[in-house]
């Protein structure tokens, strides 16, 4: 029998339809369910909830439509779900992009991450070393070893700009180095790519996914390490981050799930995470996440999924107070 799938008990159902009701709040009411991605559409974010759309109408027993509200790093979609009645009504496609790192590099942004609760995680992105193929080094001891050298030049680090996870990473690994290195800002992640494979600048921290692996395969960039706690079985023969001295803890990586404002109730909140878990379960769900370069995220208890949303909130903001970055 499949667990995930399985109906609830009829005391618990009736116990969570009666908190629901209790809310002023439940589904199948005639009116639509907006899934907001606060990205183009197109995008990782924007195909992985096109292809949770259908299978959320089919459990809430509404018609779902996908809401593309993109600019300011992600902080109009966010605002607009923050802003929104907690009735289940209108849910976020984030990541901690924009939900937890633009407040934390734009000023505009007037939301904070508590402010809304996570009920799903389908997707994990992790986050790969890369550099430049003709810098002449093959592991992170060899960048380090030619960032010391007596008379060496600044290194330079690549990122999508201030307060992204790009950035952090990066002035993350500098300091940890204890190293001086200079800041390439870009507008998106195809430029930044392609100034890499130029030789424009010298590294950078990007997600392996999206033509990345094929960009390693290559030979146009080189990959150094991963930020993560396990190998990758794409690029399983790369070594870890945690592994070099110095860098233990130097584990990251992009989640993106659904999360909902935090006024809603918890019988609704309760049931949108059951209903994420049954549609993780999906084949052609877990199909297209690893389509896309990403590993399709373990099943988790909200209680666990709270611990880890939060745990995430300080861990970015114990980086940004460490390199002292000022929203701008």
């Not at 995930?4 to 369910?33: E, F, H, I, K, M």
């Not at 940890?176 to 870009?186: E, G, I, S």
């Not at 389509?291 to 666990?304: I, K, R």
Request: with cysteine; hydrophobic share 45%.
């Amino acid at each position: 029998m499949n667990h995930a799938n399985a109906p609830l008990p009829r005391r618990q159902w009736l116990l969570a339809c009666a908190g629901a009701l209790a809310s002023g709040a439940t589904w199948a009411d005639g009116r639509v369910v907006s899934l907001i991605v606060p990205y183009p559409a197109g995008g990782g974010s924007d195909i992985v909830a096109r292809q949770l759309q259908p299978e959320l109408g089919r459990r809430l027993g509404e018609t779902v439509i996908v809401e593309n509200l993109a600019g300011a790093s992600g902080a109009i979609g966010t605002q607009r779900v923050v802003s929104a009645a907690g009735d289940g009504h209108t849910l976020l496609a984030g990541s901690p992009m924009e939900i937890m790192l633009t407040p934390l590099g734009m000023a505009a942004a007037r939301y904070k991450p508590e402010d809304l609760q996570p009920v799903g995680q389908f997707a994990v992105t992790t986050m790969v070393l890369l550099v430049r193929s003709n810098l002449g080094v093959n592991s992170v001891d060899e960048l380090l070893q030619l960032a010391r050298k007596p008379g060496a030049r600044e290194l330079s680090y690549g990122s999508i700009g201030p307060g992204s996870l790009y950035h952090l990473l990066g002035e993350r690994f500098t300091q940890l180095a204890r190293l001086k290195t200079l800041h390439v800002p870009y507008k998106g992640m195809a430029p930044l790519v392609q100034d890499l494979i130029s030789g424009q600048f010298d590294f950078a921290f990007v997600p392996l996914a999206g033509n990345i692996p094929d960009v390693i395969e290559s030979g146009r960039v080189k990959a150094l390490a991963l930020a993560a706690s396990q190998k990758h079985p794409k690029l399983s023969s790369l070594p870890l981050m945690k592994d070099v001295k110095g860098f233990e803890d130097f584990v990251y990586g992009l989640w993106s799930g659904v999360q909902v404002p935090r006024s809603t109730p918890e019988p609704l909140q309760q049931k949108l995470h059951q209903i994420c878990n049954e549609i993780l379960a999906v084949p052609e769900v877990r199909r297209t996440i690893e389509a896309g370069g990403s590993s399709v995220a373990p099943p988790m208890e909200l209680a666990a999924l709270r611990a880890s949303y939060a745990a995430d909130i300080d861990k970015y903001r114990a980086i940004a107070k460490a390199i002292n970055l000022q929203p701008q």
